[in-house]
C-alpha cells in the first residue's frame, strides 16, 4: 500500500516536538530537611519543599518519570548538572546511585574518577538499562548540601 | 675538655598558632537553579533530549559570628596595650558586628576597641579609629585591637566579643551569631620556651670521672610558658661522643630511636604544647 510509508513518515515528524510536552513525563523536585519536634519530645527529620534555604540546608533533588505513552521509551539517560551553590552528598535512600562526574564528560564512581571527595562532583547520570514501558514510572533522588 | 662542658646544644622550635578564616558561603539572595537533562529513544524515532521543569530556591541570609585572637598570649608591655583580635564574617550576608571587650579582674580597663583601619597589623592612634561596630561581607575579616589600661600583670585574660546584628528575616547559624575570643598576659620576660640541659657521667668502675668509655646522661628539660605549636627538641651529640641506641627518654618513657636520629643528632618532635607544659627528653653517649 503506497499510504501506509507515508502516514509512518508523518507519525516521525510529529514525534520531535510531541516528545517535549509527551510520552515522558519528567518532574524536578528539591525538598529540604526540617527538624520537626514532635509531641512525644523527639525530633524528626522531615522533607518540605524547598523554597528557601540557608548554607549549611540539606537538601534532596529529586526526578519523578512517568512513561505517560503507549510505546517503550528505550536508552533514557538523566543527566543532572549539580547547580552552583550546590555540593553533592550520596543518593537518597531507596534511590539507586547515580553514576558520578567532575567535568560532565567522563562517568563513573568517585574512586574511578580519582576524585578526592563529593565537593568534586559536578553532575550526576542515571541510564535505565531497560526500555520504559508505557504507564511505568519511577524516581531517581540524590542527597546535597548548600554551600 | 670543653667538649664535655654542659652547653646550649639544644634547640626548640615552635611556631605560633594562627587562626584560618572560613571560606565563604553562598551569598544571600541567591538563586538556585535546578534543570535535568534526559535523552532517550522511543520506537522508530532519533534519540531526543528534552529538559526537565526548572526548580529554584532561593538563598536566604544565614548570621554566624567568628572571631580568634591573632595569638593565644601576650606579652604584659605599657598601657593603653593593643591586643589584635580578628572579626570575621562565616555567613552569608553582609552583617553588623557589635564588638565588646572584658577583663577577668579589676583593675584592668578594655574601654576602647579600634580597627586595624590599613591592615598592617600594628595599632597605630593615627590612623586606627576606635570602633563600636564592624560591618563584614560574607567571607571577609577586619582586625581589631582592644586597648587594655590599668594594671595589667600576667595572667590577665582580655576576651573580645562579637555578635551579629539579626535582621528579622534572617536565619541565625550554630554560632547563634555571637562569638568571643580571650588573649591571656604573660610576664614580658618570659619566652615562648626554655630548654635547660644537665648532665650526669658514670665512668667505668664507678665515679664521675669524664674518662672513655664513661656514659654520660644528657636530661633536657623543655618548659613552655606560652602554647606553642610543632615543638621540636634537637641536640648534636658532641665530637668524641656516640649515641647510645635505644637510650632515649621523654618523660621516663623509653622512644625508639627510628625517626629520632639526624645523623648525630637526636631530635624529638614534641608536637604542639600547651602553656605550661614540661617535657623531660634523656639520652645517653658514651665518650671515645
Redesign the interface.
Known sequence: MPIRPLLLLAAAALAAPALAAGPLQVTSQVMVEAKQRAADGTTRIALVPAQRVVPGDRVVFTLAYRNTGTQPLADLVFDNPVPRGVAYRAPAPNSPAPELSVDGRRYGTLAQLGAAGPDAVTHVRWRLARPLAPGASGTFAFHAVLK | MTRRGTGWWGMIGAALVAATPAPA??P?G?T?????????????????T?D????T??????VEAAIAADVPTAPVATAPQPLAFTVANP??AATVYRLGAAADRDGVTVATIAADTDGDGRYDPATDRPVSTVTLAPGAQQRIFVLASGALAPGAAITATAVADTPAAA?V??TGGRASATVRLVDAATPAARLDKAQSVAAPGGGARAVAGAIVTYTLTARFARDCAAAEVSDAVPDGMRFMPGSIMLDDQPLADAGRLDGTTVRIALGDMPAGAVRQIRFNAIIL
Open positions: 558561603a553562598t544571600a541567591t538556585i537553579a535546578n534543570t535535568a537533562q534526559l535523552t532517550l529513544v522511543a520506537a522508530g524515532a532519533a534519540p531526543v528534552l526537565s521543569n526548572t526548580v530556591i532561593a538563598v536566604d541570609a544565614l555567613g552569608n536565619t547559624g550554630a
